[in-house]
Structure formats: C-alpha cells, structure tokens
C-alpha cells in the first residue's frame, strides 16, 4: 500500500521499484535470550507479550479487555492461567485504566530493546495490534517472526494491511479487533499451547535473508 502510495504521487513505474522488509538478528536474539532476564515471565501461565507503544488515535485495546473480562465470568480457571504483559506507553489514560484493572494484565513503561526482545523470546504469545485507518505496519511484527511464541494479530480494521504479511502463516492467529473474535482467539491459542504445537522463528526473515535480497536487487 505504501509502495502505491509512491508509484501515484511520483510517477515512479512499478517495475522499478522493489519491496524489502525488515528482518531480525538470529545471533541477537540467542546472545538476549541467554543474558537478559525476563523476571515477569512466569513458567506457570501463558504468557501474553505486547512491547510498544499504544496510541489511541492507531489502536484500541479496549475490546482486548472486554474479552478477558468476559473469559474472567466465563472461564476463571482458563482466566487465571494467563499473564498479560503490556511493556510501553499508553496515551490514554481511560484506555490504560482499563488495561491495569484487569488482575492478570500488568502494564509497564517503556523497556529498553534488549529488555523488549529478551520477554519476546520468553513469551508464549506475541500480541500485535494493527493499526486502523493506516497504511503502516507495525514494524514489530518482524521482530516477532524471529521468536518461538505464536502472534497474536488483532487487525486495526478490515482494511489492515498486515493481513498479507501474516497470511498462511501458522504460527499466526488473526482476529478483528472485537470481543468475541478475541475471546475465540484465545481459546484457540490455549488450544495450540496444550497440544505442544511449535513453529519456530520464519526463517525467510533472517537478516542474513533480507540481506541477500537486497545484494540481489543491487546486482540486478
């Protein structure tokens, strides 16, 4: 949607053009892991990650917590298995109440990246909120691809674009962003951990991938 965006205001011919994504740094990512600790990781429980920031005006988590009120009723025992981690500021402070009075989510200010990709590599799932009425895609779902845990996507809007990126993808679970599809989201992620199915990073995003794109390209 972006490269459109360049094709249309510049006049650019699209065979011209090329798309390179960002990647992630596998050797990084084992030297974090190794020693930088996760210390709100608890072994015990499904452990929810989000690292980064929340503005409202891009993203909403307010149905994120209508679920996880309703699994709280529902399901308490599935309810207290779950430890929901948001690392990052929150613009808004009626949206960030709504988060911190929920038992099993913690809210904590902005990490350093090592920290951020240390709880990425130690979280059982990834959460992604997609951006509504925008092009962009949050850059941190590449930073995803290179961990173990599943990603969960709640899409900003019906027009997200990061629907193509993880489209097929396995290990990504993908909803809209509204209280039942979130609540079946995490009902079938608690399935997935129980039956121990693991995927792994997407190794396509490996830097040294990216890498090799690109020296294509440039060769080209």
Do not use: H
């Not at 962003?177 to 979130?182: A, F, G, R, V």
Request: glycine share 6%.
């Amino acid at each position: 949607s972006n490269r459109d965006d360049y094709l249309n205001s510049y006049n650019i011919p699209k065979e011209k053009t090329f798309i390179l994504t960002r990647g992630y740094d596998e050797k990084a990512y084992e030297k974090i892991k190794s020693t930088v600790p996760a210390e709100k990781i608890n072994k015990d429980k499904i452990n929810f990650i989000y690292a980064g920031e929340i503005f409202s005006k891009l993203r909403n988590t307010n149905p994120f917590v209508e679920a996880l009120k309703i699994l709280e009723k529902r399901d308490p025992e599935s309810f207290k298995k779950l430890n929901v981690l948001f690392f990052g500021n929150i613009d808004n402070e009626g949206m960030k109440k709504n988060l911190v009075d929920v038992t099993v989510v913690d809210v904590s200010p902005r990490i350093p990246y090592d920290k951020a990709i240390s709880y990425m590599l130690n979280g059982d799932v990834l959460m992604i909120f997609g951006n509504k009425n925008s092009r962009q895609i949050p850059a941190k779902i590449y930073d995803y691809f290179g961990a173990d845990g599943l990603i969960f996507v709640i899409l900003g809007d019906e027009n997200d674009p990061i629907k193509d990126v993880v489209k097929n993808k396995k290990k990504c679970i993908v909803v809209n962003n509204n209280t039942q599809d979130i609540i079946n989201g995490i009902n079938k992620i608690a399935s997935m951990l129980e039956s121990n199915e693991k995927y792994g990073p997407i190794e396509e995003y490996k830097w040294q991938y990216i890498s090799k794109r690109l020296n294509d390209i440039l060769k080209g």
